[in-house]
């Protein structure tokens, strides 16, 4: 493809446009969509974490139920060592199988009462035991523990979360202050809080908000043996919402929750990375998308852009054909509407250009054709003959001026004739021609007419074909003036008119019919030599054929709506007038320098 | 009806081109599936020493942890009980023919490691030996208690327990195990360091003929016994119960032992005997399934990673770091 061609400018304006329509909507759609992804995380993430919490709160209240539940038996009893209490705590044990033990201690550590009835542990010393130090310090609240390992009874050392309470109760009449113990199972909430999965390496944490200890985490043991750290603190700092942690080596979303009463948080955590993973996957999708787009866009270019100059090319080579003349081309009518609009035009256009070169032809040959002819009548034999007897019969009869006149006339209307061969000469010497050749005809018809010359001034620079007043003086003359009876008049008039020049020849002889009017110019013009039937009548002048020689002379120079005009009336005598665009003689040396 | 024809072609040139693009739509998603599951489905042998028992089933847990976190499956296999080198051996080259992508092995002699680092080589896998010490090359990464070092901290506790005067039983399980016989090594080595120290005896103690209470009790009954060092929980317990037995708990024969059990502890609690030196399996279990992912992934993983221990008395047995150690966290 050529610089600046039309395929070219094509191909890299809707290339160029449409990659950048589609940049445009591909980064807004990549923005959209990593935001929507971006909010999406975050909402799951809140929604899983809310959804732990939730669960967790609902446990706990379930089991702090449990709890006044039994605290209530308990102290309602009349002795704990009673077996119908026993049955009893038993039955609400049953209830729920995560409880793995209860028991009421004594304020001094003594254990009153336990259920089941595992043996404890012989050197027991509960005083130092935590959930034990928080239901003495407040008898009134109730306490959860930590999850660790209970070590009240033998081999056995469960996992639990110990809730606890100062109680009052009932012993052999006697009322004591004592804690109820309650420990829960660790493995529910264990359970509760494993099975959570944010995204595919996102997890859930407890953590204790007083302290920061960690309650769960799925890689606790990991994190005790110093293998895994979580970063507490910062999540410490919220009761609930989300914030980006980049402390560790991978960004992390963090959300937080708090469970009330038990103090414990929930916090989730989910890795930016997976985010990033999906915005990746579509801006990888996007640039796929975007690459492929523009192949297919710059080959859509290419290809219209193609069907678009193709055929102007086409016409751009038939016009180079045409350039270096061969006007027999003819371009294939094809392509969008227009450039097949302009093939159609463009071989009209041929096409008429030969024919007007035909006819250039044509009107040359037809040019060089009358200018012969019109040079024969310039030295028209008969013409001479007539005239040369007409001076040698006057002098003979001593005539001695007349002939001067005679043969200076002659020799003037030959001058003019010839006048360097020039076709185009001034009006002035055309009307010197008339007159000469009038005086010549006037002494040789002796003064059968007279004539007059009636000349606008302002016409007189004008230029005029050579030898146009002749033939129509001639044929006044021979049609007009010779066969009447009575003495002619021959008028020439001259003058200008809407920037033509009108010369008129009028006579007041015959006449013409219309029928001889209309064969005098409608003659064909092939048939030059044959004379009209309204001539052939005439002496043997040819003079039909000169006025048309004339009228056709001035139609092949000025055009079409100039040449002759008649009138005629029989009895009345005949007016010829000529038209053609006045133009002063000094243009004509360039103007028709050229012309053969 | 040339134009016709171009647009006709036009036509079938848009059909091709989005036919085009939603095939290399489904292709990038395609790619994009591929390479989640191209390092995620890795397959990595567990070769153990034996299965039952505290000591390997936290091992176990800590590379379930593992396998979970690095997406991989493990096949675990064993001999029953503690297997000849033989029986290691004929497992570990068993485990083989499924052609994992990476071997993590404990294996209690050199013949065996040797055996493993063969046919491993061979099948030129990563390999991981967890809980073994080896001089032994072309393994990528060692991961292990130092059991010399063990050995003689062990010892030293011996001797600040016995303030530095007495004579000391070793109970070992007679077998050629690596670890055994390092943790041995250290034990004399710091026992001859201290000139009150004396050793009298080693005994083994085998679980496959149950006479290790007999042979504790016949060692008591030769000579005086100040101190006793198990050096496996089998023995240690049978020491323990023999001591109760006896009468001669709550200090007045002092044990240490290595690695802990349910039992061992709950003896601890009653002091029928002292300390507990127990190591970190979960860890050992955690790591050795880490380094073999990391070590498949091409990335560096250290050759040797020492492990610690921790003694265990009856007064920090409780502690709530020590409580993830000794008791299983995850209940089954």
Known sequence: ?596 | MSVNRRLGRLAMLCIAAIAAALLLGSCTMQRAEDSAIQRENIDISLLLKRLDGDYWNSVVMGAEAASKEFNVTLHISAPEKLGSPEQQLETAKLAMVHHPDAVVFAAGNDEVIAGIVQAGGTARLPLVAIDTETNTGGINSIITVDHHQAGRAAALKMVELLAGKGSVALLTDGSDDNNQKSREAGIREALAEESGMTVIGSEPCMERNKNCRSVVSSLLNKQQVDGILALNVQAAVAAALEIKKQGLGGGKVKIIAFDSSMELLELLQEDQLQVVLVQNPFSIGYLGIKNAVLALRGEEVPSHVAMETKLINGANLFWPENQRVLFPFIQK
């Open chain 1, 1 to 596: 493809m050529r610089k600046r061609s039309i395929q070219f400018l094509i191909s890299v304006a809707l290339s160029v446009f449409s990659a950048a329509a589609i940049m445009m909507v591909s980064v807004l759609l990549y923005n959209k969509f990593s935001q929507t992804a971006e909010t999406n995380a975050l909402r799951n993430t809140q929604q899983v974490v809310d959804q732990v919490s939730y669960n967790l709160e609902d446990y706990i209240q379930g089991m702090s139920e449990i709890y006044g539940v039994i605290h209530d038996t308990i102290s309602r009893s009349g002795d704990v060592n009673e077996e119908e209490l026993r049955s009893q705590l038993n039955t609400i044990i049953g209830i729920r199988g995560e409880i793995v033990s209860l028991a009421v201690i004594g304020h001094d550590g003594e254990v009153m009462m336990s259920i089941p009835g595992v043996a404890l542990k012989e050197n027991l010393s509960l005083y130092n035991q935590r959930w034990f130090q928080s239901a003495l310090q407040t008898p009134n609240h109730l306490s959860y523990s930590l999850p660790h390992v209970q070590n009240m009874y033998k081999m056995q050392y469960k996992w639990v979360v110990s809730l606890s309470k100062g109680i009052t109760v009932a012993r052999s009449g006697k009322t004591e202050h004592g804690v109820l113990l309650l420990d829960v199972n660790f493995n529910k909430i264990n359970q509760l809080s494993s099975r959570v999965v944010l995204g595919k390496k996102g997890y859930v944490y407890i953590v204790d908000e007083s302290a920061g200890n960690m309650v769960y985490h799925p890689q606790q043991q990991l994190i005790y043996a110093g293998l895994k750290s979580e970063n507490v603190e910062q999540a410490l700092k919220y009761t609930f919402g989300s914030f980006h942690d980049e402390s560790g080596d991978e960004d992390k979303m963090i959300t937080v929750q708090t469970i009330g009463n038990i103090g414990w948080k929930v916090v989730g955590v989910s890795f930016t990375d997976e985010i990033i993973t999906t915005k990746r996957e579509l801006n990888d999708y996007l640039l796929n998308l975007l690459l492929l787009l523009l192949v297919f866009v710059i080959a859509m270019s290419w290809l219209i852009s193609r069907i678009i100059a193709h055929p102007i090319r086409q016409l751009e080579k038939s016009m180079k054909n045409v350039e270096r003349g061969d006007f027999h081309t003819m371009t294939a009518i094809q392509g969008p509407l227009e450039v097949e609009r302009l093939s159609t035009r463009f071989n009209l256009m041929v096409a008429r250009i030969r024919e007007l070169m035909q006819q250039i032809v044509v009107e040359q040959e037809a040019k060089r054709k009358y200018e012969f002819e019109a040079l024969q009548s310039q030295i028209n034999p008969h013409f001479l003959y007539n005239t040369l007897n007409t001076v040698v019969r006057m002098v003979g009869m001593n005539r001695n001026e007349e002939v001067v006149t005679t043969i200076t006339s002659l020799s003037k209307l030959f001058r003019i004739s010839l006048s360097k061969g020039k076709p185009m000469i001034p009006l002035a010497s055309e009307l010197e021609h008339a007159r000469n050749y009038l005086i010549i005809q006037n002494i040789r018809f002796k003064n059968k007419f007279d004539y007059l010359f009636d000349v606008e001034e302002a016409a007189l620079p004008s230029l005029s074909l050579k030898l146009i007043l002749q033939p129509l003086l001639e044929n006044a003359i021979m049609h007009g003036i010779e066969p009447s009876v009575d003495k002619g008049l021959i008028t020439v008039r001259a003058w200008i008119e809407a920037g033509q020049v009108c010369l008129q020849v009028s006579d007041n002889g015959l006449g013409m019919s219309g029928e001889q009017l209309a064969a005098l110019l409608t003659a064909e013009a092939g048939g030059t030599t044959k004379p009209s039937p309204a001539s052939s009548v005439a002496s043997g002048a040819g003079s039909g054929v000169g006025v048309r020689n004339v009228h056709e002379r001035i139609r092949l120079f000025y055009g079409e709506p100039y040449g002759l005009q008649f009138e005629s009336e029989l009895e009345e005598g005949t007016t010829v007038t000529i038209r053609f665009p006045f133009k002063p003689a000094d243009v004509e040396a360039e103007g028709r320098g050229g012309e053969g």
